[in-house]
T-cell receptor, first 110, second 113 residues
């Protein structure tokens, strides 16, 4: 059974700093997804990572995938307050089923 | 833009009531999903459907059923609501294929008293 674990679960950081959220998954998975959720809102897709070594970047966020280590990372560069949100990773199990991590609540302080 | 809509943003029901949550997508997606979201547990899959009238159990189907009579609509049914079904319910849809990105609706916050 596929399990997905994120760490840290809570992260408070200052604007301008860099940090990384880690997403480990327990068994082989073909795809890895990152989502963002603002308070009271639904999930917004950020990245889809399809293969080993895949790297995607959007603004101050960069996601990467190492399928051999069963690890994906979401790196935040020079954080700004607007990036405060909860971030979820999810790995695919079988053809369509997503298994989500617990989420990382990120707070960026001025 | 893909649009996934859910019938209610907030819902309050009493224990034992039958509850219907409706989800509609407008992008002709093959797959539709129902999740519940609880603090510290992430999202957990209740049921999904890969075609009209087809359904598959997810990780936590107990106490729920689903219906998909039309491609664009996927309903979640709580036959007899209980307090432990108080949660945020999220619907999603996807086209399938190699990327198979899921698009989520706004969510329904259900409170069972």
């Amino acid at each position: 059974e596929l399990k997905v674990e994120q760490n840290p679960l809570f992260l408070s950081m200052q604007e301008g700093k860099n940090y990384t959220i880690y997403c480990n998954y327990s068994t082989t998975s073909d795809r890895l997804y990152w989502y963002r959720q603002d308070p009271g809102k639904s999930l917004e897709s950020l990245f889809v990572l399809l293969s080993n070594g895949a790297v995607k970047q959007e603004g101050r966020l960069m996601a990467s995938l190492d399928t051999k280590a069963r690890l994906s990372t979401l790196h935040i560069t020079a954080a700004v307050h607007d990036l405060s949100a909860t971030y979820f990773c999810a790995a695919i199990q079988g053809a369509q089923k997503l298994v989500f991590g617990q989420g990382t609540r990120l707070t960026i302080n001025p | 833009d893909v649009k996934v809509t859910q019938s209610s943003r907030y819902l309050v029901k009493r224990t034992g009531e039958k509850v219907f949550l409706e989800c509609v997508q407008d992008m002709d997606h093959e797959n539709m999903f129902w999740y519940r979201q609880d603090p510290g547990l992430g999202l957990r899959l209740i049921y999904f459907s890969y075609d009209v009238k087809m359904k598959e159990k997810g990780d936590i189907p107990e106490g729920y059923s689903v219906s998909r009579e039309k491609k664009e609509r996927f309903s979640l049914i709580l036959e007899s609501a209980s307090t432990n079904q108080t949660s945020m319910y999220l619907c999603a849809s996807s086209f399938g294929g190699a990327v198979d990105e899921q698009f989520f609706g706004p969510g329904t916050r259900l409170t069972v008293l």
